[in-house]
């Protein structure tokens, strides 16, 4: 049954974008029906995991956005599918924006009227296709302490607009890495160490001043171009300890402040926040000349100058029915003229932090899962968590299950399924002498007498014909593997058969069958 949050409200809202999914062409061949946001990890909608991110981080305003065309079956998942009608309350908002369609940029996306007119607060933007089992609740934290301008989180200005932003950046060189991964160049500076110590699950020493950011792909055309890398002196002038990344990966998780909505406006330029909104915001840190260029002092000088005619002080506030601020402390510095509140009176760029997630075996996990590659090795990755049913629902990690087999009933004797590494959904039917070993089962599949399954993603509704042999298979919904046949490395589309005795023992994409 769905239940309120407890986790108190963070005041910001999020954002979280259903792209296209051109990377996955064999089950978005139709994205206004099949939307990739739907495509199912480790039996859970793809979407599920950036809104239970949100429902950890504290964050209950919630808002998918995505084309007009797959509004209606994005809709009715959020209707029909258990694991998104047993969210909490307060549910996900959907936007469909009328000038929204499946080429437009991230940035541009903030352009879009709805949007600016929905933002009306600092906000979290996701990608559809994150799983982080990271708590959300511990990067607001770092921000906050960090990155956010303590007159805009006190004060009763509206909206705030001198905080700082943050972004999100992962290793892909892993114990498993993914062939052909996307990967970023980023340039960072360390912060000064805090004099106080740090508790230990802060991720406040995982910090770093952003100075750059942009695509690998980019950085190998622009040191094509140049025959290098290009170090303007500026840059190393004003940071000149600099630590450069070329393995990680820009998680696509911002945290930022509602100022950026205008200056995203100022620049029409604009089409991508990861390469384009914080590439540049990054470089105004220290390119000279660049913060008055990019307008980027005009936005911040329109949103700090008082207006006309007001003489009350920066620091006073009208807060004090709430109670929040009607402490005798700041009662006293008000009084003595404590200018801590107060907002600075030069602008400057706000700063823009680097968070970069830990490597190492036991951090938690943190990945996109934009390819097929991608798909399978995440699912048959959270296939390896403990349920409920082992641990306890206090130990579990969020995205285990309540049962390795929901439906226990559904298998017949004398069949081998590693239940520590693979996953059963409900009302599957799994026949006698199978063997299911590291894979994941969607709901409403039947695998038939003596198949065999090793290291596969089935989505709902598949039939696995008898005695077949699958190894590192995607097969979407509803296909069929006829009796007999072999396949390794395929990807098999929705609602297409495979025809008996099919034999495919190296990578394949069997597009050619005819629909069941």
């Given at each position: 049954m769905p239940h309120a949050v407890s986790m108190p409200a963070t005041g910001l809202q999020?954002?979280?974008?259903?792209?296209?999914?051109?990377?996955?062409?064999?089950?978005?061949?139709?994205?206004?029906?099949?939307?990739?946001?739907l495509l199912p990890i480790a039996n859970r909608p793809m979407v599920?995991?950036?809104?239970?991110f949100c429902y950890r981080t504290g964050i209950t305003n919630i808002t998918l956005v995505c084309p007009p065309s797959a509004a209606d079956a994005i809709t009715a998942a959020l209707n029909t599918n258990p694991f998104l009608t047993s969210l909490p309350h307060p549910r996900p908002d959907l936007v469909a924006p009328n000038g929204l369609d499946q080429n437009?940029?991230?940035?541009?996306?903030?352009?879009?009227?709805e949007i600016r007119e929905l933002v009306t607060s600092d906000f979290v933007v996701l990608p559809c296709d994150l799983v982080c089992e990271l708590g959300g609740d511990k990067l607001l934290q770092a921000w906050m302490v960090k990155a956010a301008s303590l007159p805009d989180l006190l004060?009763?200005?509206?909206?705030?607009?001198?905080?700082?932003?943050?972004?999100?950046?992962?290793?892909?060189?892993?114990?498993t890495p993914i062939k052909g991964e996307e990967t970023d160049f980023i340039a960072t500076t360390p912060m000064p160490k805090p004099m106080v110590p740090t508790s230990k699950d802060s991720l406040v020493p995982h910090l770093s001043y952003l100075t750059y950011s942009m695509p690998k792909d980019s950085l190998n055309d622009l040191m094509d171009e140049k025959k290098g890398f290009p170090i303007r002196h500026s840059l190393l002038r004003s940071h000149p300890k600099l630590r450069m990344l070329t393995t990680h990966r820009d998680a696509h998780i911002y945290i930022l402040p509602r100022w950026v909505l205008d200056f995203v406006q100022e620049n029409e330029r604009l089409e991508s926040i990861g390469e384009d909104v914080v590439g540049w915001w990054a470089k105004a840190n220290w390119e000279t000349g660049l913060f008055e260029k990019l307008g980027l002092k005009k936005v911040i000088e329109g949103r700090t100058k008082k207006p006309e005619g007001d003489t009350s002080e920066p620091g006073n506030m009208s807060m004090t029915e709430s109670g929040l601020l009607d402490s005798p402390k700041l009662r006293e510095h008000r009084q003595h003229g404590d200018r801590i509140l107060a907002k600075p009176e030069q602008s400057a760029v706000p700063p823009i932090l680097a968070y970069i997630h830990p490597s190492h075996a036991d951090a938690p996990l943190l990945r996109r899962v934009d390819t097929a590659q991608l798909l399978l090795a995440v699912s048959l990755q959270l296939a390896k968590l403990p349920s409920i049913e082992e641990t306890g629902p206090d130990a579990a990690s969020?995205?285990?299950?309540?049962?390795?087999?929901?439906?226990?009933?559904?298998?017949?004797?004398?069949?081998?399924?590693?239940?520590?590494?693979?996953?059963?959904?409900?009302?599957?039917?799994?026949?006698?002498?199978?063997?299911i070993k590291e894979s994941v089962v969607g709901a409403n599949c039947q695998i038939k007498e003596g198949a065999r399954l090793f290291q596969c993603l089935l989505m709902d509704g598949v039939v696995v014909g008898k005695g077949c042999k699958l190894t590192r298979c995607i097969l979407g919904k509803r296909s069929e593997v006829g009796e007999g046949s072999t396949l390794t490395e395929c990807e098999v589309q929705e609602n297409l058969l495979v025809e008996p005795r099919s034999k495919f023992p190296s990578p394949f994409l069997p597009y050619s069958y005819g629909t069941v």
């Open positions: 999020a954002l979280i974008l259903c792209g296209p999914g051109s990377s996955f062409p064999t089950f978005t061949s139709n994205p206004d029906d099949n939307p990739k946001a599920w995991y950036p809104i239970d437009t940029g991230t940035a541009e996306i903030l352009r879009l009227p004060s009763d200005e509206e909206p705030p607009y001198c905080n700082g932003g943050l972004g999100v950046w992962y290793e892909t060189k892993t114990a969020p995205f285990a299950h309540a049962k390795k087999v929901a439906y226990p009933e559904g298998v017949k004797p004398r069949t081998t399924i590693t239940r520590q590494d693979s996953l059963i959904a409900d009302n599957v039917m799994v026949e006698e002498k199978t063997s």
